[in-house]
T-cell receptor, first 113, second 115 residues
Framework: LAKTTQPISMDSYEGQEVNITCSHN???????ITWYQQFPSQGPRFIIQ???TKVKNEVASLFIPADRKSSTLSLPRVSLSDTAVYYC??????????????FGAGTRLAVHP | GAVVSQHPSWVICKSGTSVKIECRSL??????MFWYRQFPKQSLMLMAT?????????EQGVEKDKFLINHASLTLSTLTVTSAHPEDSSFYIC???????????FGPGTRLTVL
């Protein structure tokens, strides 16, 4: 059973900001929140990861409230090339390895001209 | 970020044959790697956890005798689809993460088509 819940699909237009929210009510204390982007016939690509508060990198921002039961991926000024499926996952490293990641359905983002 | 590669990127085989897919961590060591399968328009489904130097752990419903996993070194895991059938046609993806890191990186995937 996936640990996360996201909207199935979203639509946007070029140049707009897109916010995708993910629910993870049962997140464990050690879990990190990671977002991936996947294009057709490619492996998921790492976008951003955070534990709490706000994280920002050159492509996205990640907002995590204090209770950590949800997170929001923010993509500034999207372009057509941002059309993809976005996955939110929670997990953490373990002493002997890494806790497995269980994928939910993801959010299919379509960016229109 | 860390780099994970897969080989081959695609393969076509006849029904009944076996196919081996390699997953390599190029710039880090990985004691644990994961294998996923993805059907068209669907999400990734975890098949098994590959553990270096020990037996793989399979998810419920995944036949361990059909999907053989070997993790012989800290940078290489292999998935062998034995006696492949058309229903095994899918996109196979592996992932790995550096030790003591909380980030998993995914390979580019291998498209398997069984005729």
């Amino acid at each position: 059973l996936a640990k996360t819940t996201q909207p199935i699909s979203m639509d946007s237009y070029e140049g707009q900001e897109v916010n995708i929210t993910c629910s993870h009510n049962n997140i464990a204390t050690n879990d990190y929140i990671t977002w991936y982007q996947q294009f057709p016939s490619q492996g998921p690509r790492f976008i951003i990861q955070g534990y709490k508060t706000k994280v920002k990198n050159e492509v996205a921002s990640l907002f995590i409230p204090a209770d950590r039961k949800s997170s929001t991926l923010s993509l500034p000024r999207v372009s057509l090339s941002d059309t993809a499926v976005y996955y939110c996952l929670v997990g953490a490293s373990d002493y002997g390895g890494y806790n497995k990641l269980i994928f939910g359905a993801g959010t299919r983002l379509a960016v229109h001209p | 970020g860390a780099v994970v590669s897969q080989h081959p990127s695609w393969v076509i085989c006849k029904s009944g044959t076996s196919v081996k897919i390699e997953c390599r961590s190029l710039d880090f060591q990985a004691t644990t790697m994961f294998w996923y399968r993805q059907f068209p328009k669907q999400s990734l489904m975890l098949m098994a956890t590959s553990n270096e130097g020990s037996k793989a752990t399979y998810e419920q419903g995944v036949e361990k005798d059909k999907f053989l996993i070997n993790h012989a070194s800290l940078t290489l895991s292999t998935l062998t689809v034995t006696s492949a059938h058309p229903e095994d046609s899918s996109f196979y993806i592996c992932s790995a993460g550096p030790r003591r890191s909380d980030t998993q990186y995914f390979g580019p995937g291998t498209r398997l088509t069984v005729l």
